[in-house]
């Protein structure tokens, strides 16, 4: 057995609250299959014979003891500051895990259906029913498991066929400053129909300081010929815990993009899983900063089970001090899927020999006639590089820093929202450390 039980007496209590009979059967047999996974495979605490979480210790987690999220008032001019905003974009905004209808801005068109799960569940349950775990099961993974059992609200995004929503979506979950740690479960559901397009963000970012632990799943399914551009951004309190498992499935020729950005958390790890289909397009980027004993995972899977598909995987890294970064990106090219042109690169920029990257690429390839490649870096800025930018009369720590972001533009630029390109550029200046190259 690779994963090794934890205690969950907590969770066994919390969850008899869940389930009273107030929700649909269908949900709440979804709820009760999740904590019956959950019961039977725990936190993937083992370390041996666990290779996806080889790098990763996450007995933090399993061990600590997280109250129910409570409940919090934060003020629109307070999450402005703190989150990416644009009144033109709709938002919905959770806070610790609940829907929050006097800071959202809700979509007024009615070729989409935007809105919360535990309110679309009354009023229209059927599509909801059809898609909830269709592409992230709980069998096989103790967080998506245990999201699932407590799964109340989150957001839930439906664009009906040949519809090109030009107005962003912006999920947003804020959790809040408070002395005992709990967790919270945000749900994220995304339907793009045939021939759609839609423009998907989705933030986490912590107001204030405290322990907590966000226990996330993303579900997003395109039908054939859908376009999503997607952006995730991890902004979380210094305390906190943050597991995202993802999953995204993609119809035949359709088009997939998206950029990942994060920058703050004790322990993050995104597992993200995309299907690709016939003719698809799949382009994922990342950016990550740590700092401290900071420690954050990437479990990056590009599933190629059709031909004639294009997948780029580009994710970049910046460690101070003594934190610690892993990236495990994974494509797979099934038996038929010829024609699949796949690349992948993590390169990251080391400024302390303290810092530790474990970044493992791989490849499984059992089609013909494929192109397919991928690579790794780590290290610090080059001498002559330096050399050119002081022989400028550019000072010492100012050129590096310039230094570092550059090395992080080239991942920020890829963001086509100006509101957003303009949060991610202010937080990561902020972000960077104070630091001087030295040979």
């Not at 059927?126 to 069998?139: F, G, R, W, Y």
């Not at 793009?192 to 322990?211: D, H, L, Q």
């Not at 990942?260 to 958390?265: I, L, P, Q, T």
């Amino acid at each position: 057995m690779t994963q090794a039980l934890a205690k969950n007496e907590r969770y066994q209590a919390q969850f008899k609250g869940i389930v009273d009979g107030s929700s649909p059967e269908w949900l709440d047999g979804l709820r009760r299959q999740g904590m019956k996974d959950f019961s039977s495979l725990g936190f993937p605490t083992a370390r041996r014979g666990n290779e996806n979480w080889k790098y990763t210790n996450i007995n933090a987690i399993a061990n600590a003891e997280f109250d129910i999220a409570p409940a919090s008032d934060v003020t629109l001019e307070g999450l402005k500051q703190s989150a990416p905003w644009d009144d033109d974009w709709t938002t919905l905004v959770f806070v610790n895990g609940r829907y929050s209808a006097d800071l959202s801005n809700p979509s007024t068109d009615a070729s989409v259906t935007v809105g919360s799960i535990s309110e679309l569940t009354r009023s229209n349950g059927n599509i909801l029913e059809s898609h909830l775990t269709s592409i992230a099961p709980t069998a096989n993974d103790g967080f998506a498991a245990l999201n699932t059992a407590f799964v109340q609200d989150g957001a839930f995004v439906h664009v009906a066929e040949g519809v090109d929503l030009e107005t962003p979506l912006h999920l947003l979950f804020v959790s809040t400053a408070n002395e005992t740690p709990f967790i919270t479960h945000p749900r994220v559901l995304v339907v793009a129909g045939k021939e759609s397009n839609a423009t998907i963000i989705e933030s986490y970012v912590g107001v204030g300081e405290g322990k907590y632990f966000s226990n996330v799943v993303s579900e997003i399914i395109l039908e054939a010929g859908a376009q999503v551009d997607h952006y995730r951004l991890l902004d979380e309190s210094d305390e906190a815990y943050h597991v995202g498992v993802a999953r995204v499935s993609q119809g035949d020729d359709s088009s997939f993009s998206s950029a990942a950005f994060y920058n703050n958390v004790r322990l993050g790890r995104h597992d993200l899983l995309v299907t690709i289909g016939d003719g698809c397009e799949t382009k994922l980027a990342g950016l990550y900063i740590t700092t401290g004993r900071q420690h954050v995972d990437n479990f990056i899977n590009l599933d190629h089970t059709k031909p004639n598909s294009t997948s780029r995987l580009f994710y970049k890294g910046i460690l101070a001090d003594r934190s610690r970064a892993v990236f495990g990106g994974t494509v797979y090219v099934r038996d038929g899927a010829i024609k699949t042109d796949s690349l992948q690169s993590d390169k990251n920029l080391l400024l302390s020999p303290d810092a530790e990257i474990d970044s493992k690429p791989a490849l499984f390839i059992w089609a013909d006639d494929v192109k397919c490649g991928h690579g790794a870096t780590a290290g610090n800025i080059d001498r002559d590089t330096l050399f050119y930018m002081r022989s400028r009369g550019i000072e010492l720590e100012e050129a590096s820093r310039l230094l570092i972001y550059g090395f992080a533009a080239e991942i920020v630029e890829t963001v086509k929202l100006k509101s957003l390109s303009d949060h991610l550029e202010r937080i990561f200046l902020d972000s960077l450390p104070r630091y001087s190259f030295e040979f």
